[in-house]
């Protein structure tokens, strides 16, 4: 008998098995699966529609201060006019759209993205305290290989319900840019996979050390707010103080956001674009490298 | 054949480097026996097998599996043997055929083979009429069948099995014996286990190291083990009150004789072979014997002896580890 049984001698067998494992747990759990399309839809409607920044701007929310003499109509007509300018002009220069819900409702793909890998690295907590991990290694699966099911499962759901986004965007009055084009969504896709693989390879090397589930937890508690705020997913960069442009200007995620307003509503700036997917490409090898070698040092110890 | 499969030369696993789990193990297993690892908790047992398994790194000394260097050859060694954990780690969420080809593909098993051998391994613990069930609906008992057939999906020359019973009622720990004998017979394999069931080691093992603080006390079959003691207990009463205590001792393996209330405690060696001849002498000299037991020492003295613990506190604290992992298993639903 042979040793191996004619075994594939594929260095990359099992990926797609133990890739297909985590994804399983969602797609065939109806209630996971529901739960995770519902949530970033909750957000995007609640935060995006309540934050209607515009309204601020126009003239009905300002009780203009009484003059003397009191102004004529032809001059409140004028009045209004001006602001109804200054109020498109304002949001334009700080949003570069009018519309702050389809500014908001971009900045929510990268939200998901940062949720979804942060909670997937959690089951690597879970593979190890029930004992799948040990019984993995155990199997003549390569290390990279367990580490890469895990990103790549957080990267596939992470893209699914980023394509649920834009729908929903779509249909609660996204306004899409000058110049769209649907091939602009594999666009959308293509970042999205970039920032996924990078972010989850981060969340992976912290939790694998861990054997408690509360540890990763507290991490990403820590750090998923103010990563998020720190970006440029709810308001623009260049209006925030010096010291936190400094510190959006190395969040991955003000590049993502950045690229999907560039593919989706913006008038496409394919010099900015370019630049946005290179430093996400950058940060996703970076950190899934750096990501990969740390657990697989771990793991083989 | 007697080829040695596993073959360990002062195998040390030290952690943090001050904690030494497992300390110059020597020991070799020969091909189709069933070698047993008996120690109390903490004595190494489950480092010294995910050791062998590759999962852990030896700090010093090496060892091998069917010829593969544990520490260089370490693919080599997970693509000839299986393992059975301590956990029950299938996948809750999949049925009971997808975890069994999960396993497969982990070890790169063409699917046309995995299915068939999927089928095989399912008849095999009898678990045929459950495959499309989800593992959450499986008893204790079924989970360690299902456990059992993904280690030994890729027709692992040498099979690891980390505390096989436990947590299990006494009756699927019978059967599960009943499993592992069938394999060692089908498939003449070499079985690996450990264990702190004293006579689930008696029952199945051809031989057993008992480990203690890291390091192997004693190793033999459990025959020779118990015989080691200083044989085994024999009580007799004849009919007459003569005292014949010095003539049962003259008996060949007799090694102590005590007249206690009329009756008389014999320790011999060999006690099914003394025995009969103790009656014999006794018969010669008109003595009739009216009451006959023989005791054979149980693995349990020989725990006792070799590691000074008694096993009913390894036993509450174990039986605490089982409570505690099936808290962990309801808190993850």
Request: proline content about 3%; hydrophobic content about 45%; aromatic content about 10%.
């Amino acid at each position: 008998m042979s040793e191996t049984n004619g075994n594939s001698k594929n260095k990359l067998h099992g990926l797609w098995a133990l890739t297909n494992r985590e994804l399983k747990k969602w797609y065939k759990a109806p209630v996971i699966f529901i739960l995770s399309i519902i949530q970033p839809i909750l957000w995007m409607g609640f935060l995006g529609k309540a934050m209607n920044i515009g309204a601020i701007f126009s003239g009905s929310q300002i009780s203009l201060p009484q003059t003397n003499p009191p102004l004529t109509q032809p001059q409140l007509l004028q009045l209004e006019q001006f602001f109804a300018g200054l109020q498109s002009s304002i949001m334009q220069g700080a949003f570069n759209t009018t519309d702050y819900f389809s500014y908001m409702a971009v900045g929510m793909i990268a939200f998901t993205a940062l949720f979804t890998t942060m909670f997937s690295g959690m089951s690597v907590v879970w593979d190890r305290r029930l004992g799948f991990l040990n019984k993995a290694l155990s199997t003549p699966v390569s290390r990279a290989v367990i580490i890469s099911a895990k990103v790549l499962s957080a990267t596939l759901r992470s893209m699914f319900q980023a394509g649920i986004i834009v729908l929903v965007a779509v249909a609660f009055g996204l306004q899409l840019g000058v110049g769209f084009n649907p091939v602009n969504i594999l666009g959308v896709f293509a970042i999205m996979f970039l920032v996924c693989v990078g972010l989850s390879s981060i969340f992976i090397a912290i939790t694998i050390r861990s054997t408690r589930i509360e540890t990763p937890m507290a991490v990403v508690n820590l750090i998923n707010l103010p990563l998020m705020f720190a970006s440029n997913a709810f308001f623009p960069i260049k209006l925030m103080p010096d010291w936190l442009q400094t510190i959006a200007a190395f969040n991955p995620l003000s590049y993502t956001t950045d690229a999907v307003r560039q593919l989706l509503i913006f008038s496409t700036d394919w010099a900015t674009l370019a630049w946005d997917f290179t430093c996400v490409g950058i940060f996703a090898v970076a950190f899934a490298t750096i990501g990969i070698v740390l657990s697989w040092r771990f793991l083989s110890k | 054949m007697s080829e040695e499969v596993i073959k360990a030369e002062g195998l040390t696993k030290v952690f943090n480097k001050h904690l030494t789990a497992v300390d110059h193990v020597n020991f070799s297993v020969k091909q189709g026996e069933i070698f047993g690892f008996l120690g109390p908790n903490g004595a190494g047992k489950t480092t010294t097998i995910n050791m062998l398994i590759t999962i852990l790194k030896p700090t010093e000394g090496k060892a091998s599996v069917s010829n593969f260097d544990i520490a260089k050859q370490d693919f080599n060694v997970r693509n000839v043997i299986g393992v059975v954990p301590q956990e029950y780690t299938a996948d809750e969420d999949l049925t009971g055929l997808e975890n069994i080809l999960l396993c497969a593909d982990l070890y790169g098993i063409p699917r046309n083979v995995a299915k068939e051998r999927a089928m095989e391994l399912l008849k095999l613990v009898e678990l045929t009429d459950f495959k499309d069930k989800k593992v959450q609906t499986f008893s204790g008992g079924m989970r360690r069948r299902l456990e059992l057939a993904c280690g030994l999906i890729n027709r692992p020359k040498v099979l690891f099995l980390d505390e096989p019973t436990l947590g299990l009622d006494v009756q699927t720990r019978a059967a599960t014996w009943n499993y592992i004998k069938l394999l060692k017979k089908n498939y003449g394999m070499t079985l690996f286990m450990t264990t702190h069931y004293l006579e689930e080691a008696d029952v199945l093992c051809d031989r057993v190291a008992i480990i203690d603080h890291g390091k192997i006390v004693v190793v033999g079959s459990p025959e020779e083990l118990k015989h080691s003691l200083g044989g085994d207990l024999i009580t007799l009463a004849i009919k007459e009150d003569e005292d014949v205590s010095g003539l049962i001792q003259k008996v060949e393996h007799v090694k102590e004789v005590r007249r206690e209330d009329g009756a008389y405690r014999i320790k011999a060696e060999l006690g099914e072979i003394t025995t009969p001849f103790i009656i014999e002498a006794l018969r010669k000299k008109g003595y009739t014997v009216t009451r006959l037991s023989l005791t054979e020492p149980t693995l349990n003295e020989v725990y006792l002896e070799y590691t000074g613990k008694s096993m009913r506190d390894a036993e509450e604290s174990r039986e605490a580890f089982a409570a505690q992992r099936m808290t962990m298993r309801r808190a993850r639903q």
